[in-house]
């Protein structure tokens, strides 16, 4: 239908003075594309998942089509053999990560955090779509207070924090030594906090072998649907708007419990 247009000549509506005229083409590819899908996500670890075609950061294509976070959707494919007592998911916005976690991983129970009420009535809509509300709580905000309480170094738990910079509070020395046979991913905003990565990696490398992904742009072999529409309009369907090139932090524990292998006995090769 629009494939044939020409990729410059997009790129210049998209950011010259008809740029009404590339809302209208990008709202109607992405209306049709949703309407395909009929809210299941088309690629990636949570493929087929119900989702939304709404999120709370008003860029929803990305998850629908799966392309969100490829980088970590990658990290927890690798996991899908191992076992957790509890999610701890810190941030959990409108629950792509949660409810795709307990749909995906093997997790008891999920502890999802999350500040905004749309976000938390998010999460509990698409977790009973989803069938696993029965195993989701849901609660506001997180303080360090709540995490060191919640936190128990005997269970093997996966900590997923996404807090905008808050994680250099909330992960202090004292929650880390509870974390010590647990995995954390955590989203690093060094535009929040300046040397965020690095001062989060110090404390997790004590007790756990760490990592740094780092997030890429998308390329054309990246978008899921054999669909007749401009790269352009691809590329910006996948595009998260993010301010600047992000990192995760991925923390697998150093020490084995009782009887499980420690993460980094299985991947060691990796890190």
């Not at 083409?25 to 119900?50: Q, T, W």
């Not at 509300?133 to 919640?150: A, G, K, P, T």
Request: aromatic share 10%.
């Amino acid at each position: 239908m629009y494939a044939g247009l020409n990729l410059n000549t997009l790129r210049h509506v998209k950011h010259g003075s008809k740029r009404w005229a590339w809302n209208l083409l990008y709202g109607s590819c992405e209306y049709l594309v949703f309407r395909r899908l009929n809210g299941k996500i088309a690629s990636g670890i949570f493929k087929d998942m119900h989702f939304s075609d709404y999120d709370l950061s008003g860029t929803p294509a990305p998850k629908i089509l799966g392309t969100y976070e490829k980088e970590i959707q990658e990290e927890l494919s690798r996991w899908t053999e191992r076992k957790f007592n509890r999610l701890i998911n810190v941030g959990g916005a409108e629950g792509f990560y949660a409810v795709g976690i307990m749909k995906t991983l093997d997790v008891d129970e999920a502890i999802v955090y999350e500040k905004l009420e749309e976000g938390r009535n998010m999460i509990h809509a698409i977790s009973e779509n989803n069938r696993v509300s029965q195993y989701i709580n849901i609660f506001s905000c997180c303080e360090e207070s709540d995490l060191y309480e919640i936190c128990d170094e005997s269970l093997c738990d996966l900590v997923f924090m996404d807090v905008e910079g808050a994680e250099v509070e909330l992960l202090s020395s004292r929650v880390i030594a509870k974390l010590r046979n647990s995995a954390v991913v955590v989203e690093a905003h060094d535009f929040c906090v300046n040397n965020c990565t690095n001062l989060v990696r110090d404390r997790l490398h004590r007790t756990h072998a760490t990592k740094i992904l780092t997030s890429r742009e998308r390329v054309a072999k990246d978008f899921p649907l054999s669909f007749p529409l401009p790269k352009a309009i691809k590329f910006a369907m996948m595009d998260e708007r993010r301010p600047e090139v992000m990192n995760w932090i991925i923390a697998n524990p150093r020490i084995a419990t009782s009887n499980r292998r420690t993460f980094e006995d299985v991947h060691t090769k990796d890190l």
